[in-house]
Structures are given as C-alpha cells and as structure tokens.
C-alpha cells in the first residue's frame, strides 16, 4: 500500500508541475491512450469472434438440419442391427455358432476374457469357412474381432488364427 501512495504522490506532483497547456496535451494522449487500448484489447478481439460466429452458425444449422434428416434412417439401422448374443452368452454363442459352421473340431483352445470377451485358438481351419463364420458371428450376434492373427500352414487354404472376439455393447 505503501508504494501506491508513493506512485500516486510522484504522479500528482508531476501533473502539478506541468504547466496547464501540458496538463492539455497529456491528459488528451492519456484519454486516446485508453481509448485505444479499449479497441486493441476488447472491441476489435469482440469484433472478430462475432464474424466467425456470423460465419459459422449458418454451417452449423445446416448440419443440424442434415443430422436431423438422418434420424429415420439411424432408426432403420437400430432395427436392421444384431440383436447381440442370446441367452448362455458368448462363450456358447460362439461354440454353437462354430458347431454349425463346423469349426468347432478346429478350437483348441477358447478362454473368457470377463463376461464380454472369448480368446480362441484355432488351428488347421480353412481360410474360407473361419471368413464366413466370422461374418456370420457378426451378422448374427454382433459379435466383433477385437484383435487377430493368422499364421499360414502348409496345407494351401488352411491357417491357424488366434482371435480375441468380444460381444456387442462392450
């Protein structure tokens, strides 16, 4: 507090000690002074944003009014989407599913990975009938690869896969 009585104090005396056509000019440069700070730091920076927004908001109505029209057709997709794994969850969901496609010989090994998640090893299985079943598990039961890998064997068209699979809404 000290120092601002000071400042204050060394201020005043200078202004006094100017004569009046001084106390003119310098207070006249102080107002443009401050005038002009105002502009720098608060209109023209208001300004701008205002022309971007002037800008922006019609774009933004417009891809509101195009999310809009895209509602009936979210709700088509809902509709046509995999009604997820039914009743015994995932685990049997797959087995099953590998039962039906014949691949389920070809599973050596199936782990769960919590309630949502099934890792499997597979080995000598045909490229073609592991493609199909998968699109299958995911047509069916919204069944999801999470991670793969495929190794080629020596037979042409057969591979062994270790896949993490992982059920919808997980």
Do not use: C
Not at 117 to 144: C, H, M, P, T, Y
């Amino acid at each position: 507090m000290k120092m601002d009585s000071e400042l204050y104090q060394r201020t005043l005396t200078y202004w006094r000690g100017l004569a009046p056509r001084e106390q003119l000019v310098v207070g006249i440069g102080g107002v443009a002074a401050v005038v002009l700070l105002l502009y720098a730091f608060l209109w023209a920076p208001l300004q701008h944003d205002l022309d971007r927004l002037r800008a922006e908001v019609p774009r933004e109505q417009q891809q509101l009014q195009w999310m809009r029209a895209q509602v009936n057709r979210i709700n088509q997709l809902r509709a046509a989407a995999p009604s997820g794994v039914r009743g015994g969850g995932l685990l049997s969901f797959v087995e099953q599913s590998a039962q039906t496609y014949g691949i389920r010989t070809s599973i050596k090994r199936v782990e769960p990975e919590g309630p949502n998640a099934v890792r499997l090893a597979i080995d000598g299985v045909a490229f073609n009938s592991l493609a199909e079943w998968l699109a299958n598990l995911q047509k069916q039961g919204g069944v999801r690869i999470d991670n793969a890998t495929l190794e080629p064997s020596p037979t042409p068209g057969v591979i062994n896969a270790r896949l993490l699979l992982r059920a919808p809404g997980s």
